[in-house]
């Protein structure tokens, strides 16, 4: 509900200000449909030793976390990736043999995503390996480097991961938003447990949430529900309970950051969120999420814990995530501006009156620098970040948002020149006005997007926050993204000095519907339909416009030497299409409209044109670039003098995608290999 994700597939944000001519190596490792790269902490060196330390501290407890994903993501990933390791570092055979090659790639894939799904597609990998050679890999290697379970024999594990890995039929989605099937029995995460139906699910939280309509509780965020011998009750993931070994972990590191806490409000919200790790208290979540939205005045600052519910069908559960980052103070300027003016905003939206908040409280914005990311997080991140989720709390006190332009400057300096605007962009005048206004444009939506967009409107009084359920993820990103389309090209952005030129827009527009319609497609097996809720949402918001835009011609598909592009006709139509439907999806949200809500994203945003898609992956497939980015940390290193005390924190990039995440296994790995 609150990340934005890289929105071109690509990265394609290139600017004339971004030049070549770097030394830092941006690319790290390609494999499979993945690039993965570094990124800088620019200004680190300046900051002191005291916020140094802090996030320091704040970094490793980003990384405690790290077992908990995986589990969330599926109950045999941790097998799954701790027998895959045991054989990368311990194999004698054949290391250049085919096989062994593909099981390499598949670790990575799996490293990557955290699991044995695709990241984004939610389907299973498929093994370029065989189940025969599997099992002669794990046969070779000592049983004592392998987690088995007490008494269990090594052909036991075998036979358990086998086809779990190898037969595409079991546990194939790991997410399942839409269909005519139980969403909650045919999903593979592990946010249930038992014979759960999707109806005992929302009948258990309906009753626990009762008439506390006014300032509820996200509740279910922080647990797993299991159906056991006919009793329906809740794992809480808390000091005590589940996942405590690793909550242990990052409650320590939490602890020790306080002590380099920048002012007490600053100590307050650390102290708070380790009083929710051990109680599992979600009133003490409200509680430390009203004081996070409150401190404006940190420079450091971080998010830690269970926040988003992308990975599970019904979005009540959250996956873990962190990251740690500073303010970029020279960028900030910027998404001040947009804060600022939040009530001029809100009040001019094409939305219906009864649904704008009559006074947007707390809104404030800032771009900042990362320096860890942790959990859901990494190592595909999102560029920007809106939080609090609870829509009570944005509407009592607000909320912050970020945008993280170390991120979004690594994926500008590593896609230059690689060709994809010449493949799939209809002419150099749209060409030119990527280059020209492409960064400026993307940072620009994601500050509206985070900052204004999911902080615009406001619920009916006894609207069901939860009523949208599998789409309510979908439809929160198509608001807070046609928003941010929406006031990208109106004049008031001359006006606040934040474009120059009021074409400027038009570079953006052109790139989401190209998007939308055509180039995301290059992340989805062909043949596959969208899963992924960013996806869903961006597929929707372009072909409701290209149907709605049809009489008149707005944007149109046209052939070129057998090659299918999109062209814009009319920009100014468009943007009233994305008017029209940002007022649509509003009053979906306000009112709880369910059916008109499924209606949108079963029609638009799930259903691929394979013959298109087809044209577009043979295109891509020549250009040799991968569709999905990730990074790799810098690694975050004390020096002490000869008395052991702590006289600076350096930063090293030198660390390798495989090198850091077999660190990462033995270095942050706490959790039992079931849990």
């Given at each position: ?372 990311l942790g959990g859901d997080c990494y190592p595909a991140t999102p560029i920007g970040i809106n939080l609090p989720n609870a829509d009570w709390i944005r509407r009592d006190h607000g909320s912050k948002s970020v945008t993280i332009e170390n991120i979004t400057e690594a994926y500008d300096k590593a896609s230059l020149g690689n060709g994809f605007n010449e493949e799939f962009v209809w002419s150099d005048t749209e060409r030119n006005a990527i280059k020209k206004y492409g960064f400026i444009t993307d940072n620009l939506h994601t500050d509206l997007h985070e900052c204004l967009g999911h902080a615009s409107g406001k619920l009916l009084d006894g609207t069901d926050p939860d009523i949208l359920g599998a789409y309510s993820s979908t439809l929160e990103e198509a608001r807070a993204d046609l928003f941010a389309l929406y006031y990208l090209a109106d004049p008031k952005l001359q006006e606040l000095g934040l474009l120059a030129d009021p074409d400027a827009y038009q570079a953006e527009y052109y790139k989401y519907m190209m998007n939308g319609l055509m180039t995301q497609l290059v992340r989805i097996e062909k043949g ?148």
């Amino acid at each position: 509900m609150t990340v934005l994700t890289l929105s071109a597939c690509t990265g394609q944000h290139a600017s004339e200000e971004l030049s070549p001519n770097d030394d830092f190596n941006y690319v790290v490792d390609q494999f499979a449909d993945l690039q993965i790269l570094r990124y800088k902490v620019p200004g680190f060196e300046s900051l002191t030793l005291k916020q140094k330390q802090l996030l320091y501290h704040l970094s490793e407890a980003a990384l405690m976390g790290r077992d908990i994903l995986y589990d969330q993501n599926c109950k045999y990933n941790l097998a799954i990736r701790r027998t895959l390791e045991a054989i990368y570092t311990n194999y004698k055979g054949n290391r250049d043999d085919a096989e062994f090659k593909a099981l390499e790639t598949y670790l990575k894939r799996v490293w990557f995503s955290n699991g044995i799904h695709h990241h984004y597609g939610e389907e299973k990998f498929r093994p370029g390996f065989s189940a025969e050679f599997f099992k002669k890999c794990v046969e070779s290697i000592d049983a004592s480097k392998l987690p088995l379970r007490e008494g269990e024999t090594v052909s036991q594990l075998v036979a358990e991961l086998s086809p779990v890995i190898c037969t595409p039929s079991v546990l194939g989605k790991r997410t399942v938003q839409s269909g005519d099937a139980d969403v909650i029995k045919v999903s593979a995460n592990n946010y249930y447990e038992g014979d759960l139906s999707t109806k005992e699910v929302n009948d258990f939280y309906t009753k626990l949430k009762g008439n506390d309509t006014i300032t509820p509780p996200s509740y279910g965020l922080n647990s797993r529900l299991v159906k056991e011998n006919g009793k329906i009750y809740e794992k809480v993931w808390k000091v005590g309970g589940l996942y405590s070994a690793a909550i242990e972990k990052i409650v320590a590191e939490l602890e020790k950051a306080a002590a380099f806490a920048e002012n007490d409000a600053q100590k307050k919200i650390i102290d708070t969120l380790i009083d929710y790790y051990r109680t599992g208290d979600l009133k003490t979540f409200d509680a430390y999420s009203i004081l996070w939205v409150e401190d404006t005045r940190s420079e450091v600052d971080f998010v830690n814990g269970f926040i988003e519910t992308y990975g599970d069908p019904l979005g009540r559960k959250a996956s873990w995530e962190s990251t740690v980052n500073f303010i970029n103070k020279e960028a900030t300027t910027r998404t001040k501006i947009v804060s600022d003016n939040a009530q001029w905003f809100e009040d001019h939206s094409p939305v219906d009156k009864r649904f704008k908040k009559e006074t947007v409280k707390g809104v404030s914005a800032k771009v900042i620098t990362v320096t860890m990311l942790g959990g859901d997080c990494y190592p595909a991140t999102p560029i920007g970040i809106n939080l609090p989720n609870a829509d009570w709390i944005r509407r009592d006190h607000g909320s912050k948002s970020v945008t993280i332009e170390n991120i979004t400057e690594a994926y500008d300096k590593a896609s230059l020149g690689n060709g994809f605007n010449e493949e799939f962009v209809w002419s150099d005048t749209e060409r030119n006005a990527i280059k020209k206004y492409g960064f400026i444009t993307d940072n620009l939506h994601t500050d509206l997007h985070e900052c204004l967009g999911h902080a615009s409107g406001k619920l009916l009084d006894g609207t069901d926050p939860d009523i949208l359920g599998a789409y309510s993820s979908t439809l929160e990103e198509a608001r807070a993204d046609l928003f941010a389309l929406y006031y990208l090209a109106d004049p008031k952005l001359q006006e606040l000095g934040l474009l120059a030129d009021p074409d400027a827009y038009q570079a953006e527009y052109y790139k989401y519907m190209m998007n939308g319609l055509m180039t995301q497609l290059v992340r989805i097996e062909k043949g596959k339909n969208i899963e992924e809720a960013h996806m869903r949402n961006r597929q929707l918001i372009a072909k409701w416009v290209f149907e709605n835009g049809q009489n008149e011609k707005v944007v149109e598909l046209k052939k070129r030497d057998g090659k299918t592009f999109v062209v814009v006709n009319d920009y100014k139509k468009l943007r009233e299409l994305f008017g029209k439907l940002l007022a649509e999806v509003q009053r979906i949200k306000s009112e709880g409209d369910y059916e008109a809500g499924k209606n949108l994203v079963e029609n638009y945003g799930v259903q691929v044109d394979h013959a298109l898609h087809a044209e577009i992956l043979e295109r891509y497939a020549k250009l040799n670039l991968a569709p999905y980015k990730g990074f790799v940390n810098p690694v975050m290193k004390e020096v002490k003098n000869a008395q052991g005390e702590v006289t600076d924190i350096v930063l090293d990039y030198t660390e390798g995608y495989t090198e850091q995440m077999l660190r990462y296994s033995k270095d942050y790995s706490f959790l039992p290999t079931y849990n």
